[in-house]
C-alpha cells in the first residue's frame, strides 16, 4: 500500500503567488482531510470531504484558501495569494468513515510551504 | 465545544526512563481516544487507541486507558528508548462527527542516551 501521497514535499513562493497543493489518498478511503500545522497554533484542521463532498469547511482561514476534490483519488488545497504567514506544512490524511465511525486517520509526509 | 488538553513538553528523559504523559479531555457523548506520533520530519502515525470506557489501548510498548471518571486518557511506557523521541499527540473523535479528529497541542519528547 503507497500511503497517502503529497505533493510537492517542499514549496518555496514569494507573497503574492498561487500555491497549489496535492493530495492522493489511499484506495479505498472515501475521507479525506487537510491539516495545516504551524509552532503558533499546533495542528488545525482547515477542511475535510466525505465521498468527495465538502462536510466542513469552518477552520479554512479565509477566502484566500480553497480545496477540491474533483474526484475520489484527489484533492487539491490551492491558496491564491499567498503570503508569508501561510508559512507552514500542510498535511492531508484519509481514513474510511462514513457519519458515526472513527476509523484511523492515515496522514501523508506533508508539504512544506515557506512564502517569502 | 470538544477539546484536549495535554502536558506542555518537552519531556527529556534517560534511555531506559519511565514515561506518562497525561491527557484530559472535554467532549459530549461518547468519544473515542487516540494517540498520534510524529517523528521528526515525517507525518502522523497512529499509535494506538481507544473507543470505550475502560478500554486499554497498547502498540510498542505504549499503554493508554480509557477513564470516564476522569475524563483522562494517559500515555504511558515502562522503559523508553532514544528512537521514542517525537512529538505525541493526544486526540478525539466524536462519533457522530465523520470522523473528525480533535488535537491536543503534542508534547515533545526527548530520550537521551
Known amino acids: 500500500d503507497a500511503g497517502v501521497i503529497q505533493s510537492p514535499r517542499h514549496e518555496v513562493t514569494e507573497m503574492g503567488q498561487e500555491v497549489t497543493l496535492r493530495c492522493k489518498p489511499i484506495s479505498g478511503h472515501n475521507s479525506l482531510f487537510w491539516y495545516r500545522q504551524t509552532m503558533m497554533r499546533g495542528l488545525e484542521l482547515l477542511i475535510y470531504?466525505?465521498?468527495?463532498?465538502?462536510?466542513?469547511d469552518s477552520g479554512m482561514p479565509e477566502d484566500r484558501f480553497s480545496a477540491k476534490m474533483p474526484n475520489a483519488s484527489f484533492s487539491t488545497l490551492k491558496i491564491q495569494p499567498s503570503e508569508p504567514r501561510d508559512s507552514a506544512v500542510y498535511f492531508c490524511a484519509s481514513s474510511l468513515p462514513s457519519a458515526g465511525s472513527t476509523d484511523t486517520q492515515y496522514f501523508g509526509p506533508g508539504t512544506r510551504l515557506t512564502v517569502l | 465545544g470538544d477539546s484536549v488538553t495535554q502536558m506542555e513538553g518537552p519531556v527529556t528523559l534517560s534511555e531506559e526512563a519511565f514515561l506518562t504523559i497525561n491527557c484530559t479531555y472535554t467532549?459530549?457523548?461518547?468519544?473515542?481516544l487516540f494517540w498520534y506520533v510524529q517523528y521528526p520530519g515525517e507525518g502522523l502515525q497512529l499509535l494506538l487507541k481507544?473507543?470505550?470506557?475502560?478500554d486499554k489501548g497498547s502498540n510498542k510498548g505504549f499503554e493508554a486507558t480509557y477513564r470516564k471518571e476522569t475524563t483522562s486518557f494517559h500515555l504511558e511506557k515502562g522503559s523508553v528508548q532514544v528512537s521514542d523521541s517525537a512529538v505525541y499527540f493526544c486526540a478525539l473523535i466524536r462519533t457522530d462527527s465523520w470522523g473528525k479528529l480533535q488535537f491536543g497541542a503534542g508534547t515533545q519528547v526527548v530520550v537521551t542516551p
Open positions: 470531504f466525505n465521498n468527495n463532498v465538502p462536510i466542513d
Open positions: 481507544a473507543t470505550k470506557a475502560d
Open positions: 467532549a459530549t457523548g461518547y468519544p473515542s
